[in-house]
């Protein structure tokens, strides 16, 4: 018994030495440096990923398509209007898109389309004048990939997925703009 206490003492000490090394990091984490894009959450592509094409229609009765955004950066914003998160980050999304005008064109897809009239209050409490596109059953998000709302994705000039912001985010802080030009290459 106590050979086997020895032995498990030695192969804990072991394993010890072993992975703490593996698991020792910079004991300055304010000395290193993050980008943005890391600290505001965006996952972004390293791989070439052309943005999938969509025609929707607006809730103003518009149609609005993808490639109408060729030659600009584009926000694409899904959210739902059950969504608490959405509802705060689509208020967020309207003040940084004023802030910021000509910078990005930002679409905003409901994805709960055929809730027309529940997308609508949401867009009338919020005073939202950015483009509210209806998708039905979740045709385009599940096109796109979407898990859960809000989910925003950045697509560059040439049309191609650059970034992926799962989850509610700050987007009137000071890191928002920066990301978003980091991920895109705007400067």
């Not at 518009?62 to 739902?80: A, H, I, T």
């Not at 055929?114 to 596109?133: D, G, H, S």
Request: charge should be positive; hydrophobic fraction near 45%.
């Amino acid at each position: 018994m106590r050979w086997i206490a020895i032995i498990f003492v030695i192969a804990i000490g072991t394993a010890v030495t072993v992975i703490q090394p593996l698991q020792a990091k910079d004991p300055s984490p304010a000395l290193q440096k993050t980008s943005a894009c890391d600290s505001f959450g965006i996952q972004r592509f390293q791989l070439k990923k052309e943005a999938p094409f969509f025609s929707l229609k607006g809730l103003n009765g518009q149609q609005f398509s993808l490639n109408e955004y060729k030659g600009k950066p584009l926000l694409l914003f899904f959210w739902g209007s059950f969504c608490l998160a959405c509802k705060e980050d689509i208020a967020l999304l309207e003040i940084f898109f004023e802030k910021n005008r000509g910078q990005i064109e930002i679409l905003t897809i409901a994805i709960d389309g055929e809730k027309e009239r529940k997308v609508k209050n949401v867009v009338k409490e919020n005073q939202i004048t950015l483009p509210v596109l209806l998708d039905y059953k979740e045709k385009i998000a599940r096109t796109y990939g979407v898990k859960m709302v809000p989910t925003a994705f950045l697509i560059n000039g040439e049309g191609l997925v650059k970034g992926m912001i799962v989850g509610q985010r700050d987007w009137c802080g000071p890191d928002a703009l920066s990301a978003i030009q980091e991920t895109l290459n705007l400067h």
